[in-house]
């Protein structure tokens, strides 16, 4: 069966076709694309300030953690707290260094008011300022910036070096320490001088006076502060500890313990003599000096734990009788 238009018709169908996609293509390109491209538009908005916000929360995590680091950092120039038993440490790693040996030490603890000038000096040099001009014209804007109520822990100390090299070597250690420190003073006299091969050169004896500073008003900063770098006890026992012998549930078995374990103490303290190390002194020269030769070195070693031959001034050795080994 074929459909039969007329001309009429035809041109009335043609004209409905021709209106019907013209008002597709009308709420296509006027209603639906223009959705589509504002809903991709928000996509990559959307996209775009999910990767910002990622960046930002980054960002301020990296910035909590470099500003914690950042704190410890610099508590270790200028803490919070005294920490004396640090600056001890620093000035017992300087002796060691130095080979030389800390007779005494006077401490004193005070406010100081020139003390932002000194931490001033210090952050200048370690600028690099070159120009003197450029810190003559900003001296006002530096005082400034160092806040007030900056305290300081001084120490006067008697130190005996063998030559003047080691005295430099000991201040050089101080100085290079990780912490603001400054050298006051320093006093000492020159040596005898060493005429003939027979001379024995005296030990070079000088005062040194030893400032560093700390910054109190922080309060809040004081559990950030930086740990003690102690050095490891080398498993060795505490002399001043008294031993306590290990009881028993048997009364006898304990009461012949404690006797076995107070005659063993007693031949031990009998057996051992007891050394202090001087500066300059090896294990060589003890051997010599206690047993005459150098077979009393690995006895030394074996009674004190040693595992080097390394020894420091002041350090107490147990020197055992040769018959005990």
Not at 136 to 152: F, H, Q
Not at 236 to 243: D, G, R
Not at 259 to 264: I, M
Request: negative net charge; without cysteine.
């Amino acid at each position: 069966m074929r459909l039969h238009l007329s001309k009429k018709e035809t041109i009335i169908l043609s004209l409905v076709l021709i209106l019907s996609f013209a008002m597709i293509s009308f709420i296509y390109f006027m209603l639906i694309k223009p959705k589509q491209e504002t809903l991709h538009d928000v996509e990559k908005k959307l996209i775009s300030e999910e990767a910002l916000l990622a960046g930002a929360e980054a960002r301020i995590e990296n910035k909590q953690k470099v500003d914690s680091e950042g704190t410890l950092q610099l508590q270790k120039k200028l803490p919070v707290d005294p920490l004396v038993e640090q600056f001890l440490l620093d000035l017992e790693k300087a002796e060691t260094i130095s080979e030389s040996f800390i007779t005494s030490m006077d401490f004193g603890v005070e406010t100081v008011e020139t003390a932002s000038t000194v931490v001033e000096e210090y952050i200048e040099e370690a600028q690099g300022n070159e120009n003197t001009e450029e810190v003559e014209s900003n001296d006002e804007a530096r005082t400034g910036v160092i806040p007030d109520g900056i305290e300081s822990v001084s120490v006067l100390l008697t130190v005996e070096a063998p030559t003047y090299f080691e005295l430099e070597a000991f201040l050089s250690a101080i100085e290079q320490s990780s912490r603001i420190t400054k050298v006051d003073e320093l006093n000492f006299s020159g040596n005898k001088e060493v005429i003939t091969t027979d001379d024995v050169p005296d030990k070079l004896t000088y005062t040194v006076r030893v400032t560093t500073f700390y910054y109190p008003k922080l309060e809040e900063l004081k559990e950030q502060l930086p740990s003690l770098d102690v050095p490891d006890p080398s498993a060795k026992m505490n002399p001043l500890v008294p031993v306590v012998p290990k009881t028993s549930f048997n009364s006898s078995r304990d009461t012949t313990s404690t006797e076995d374990a107070v005659n063993h103490i007693e031949r031990v303290s009998d057996s051992f003599k007891e050394h202090t190390v001087q500066s300059g002194e090896t294990l060589y020269s003890i051997s010599q000096k206690y047993y005459e030769d150098r077979s009393g070195e690995e006895l030394i070693k074996e009674a004190n734990e040693l595992i080097t031959d390394t020894l420091y001034a002041g350090q107490i050795l147990k020197i055992p009788d040769r018959e005990e080994k």
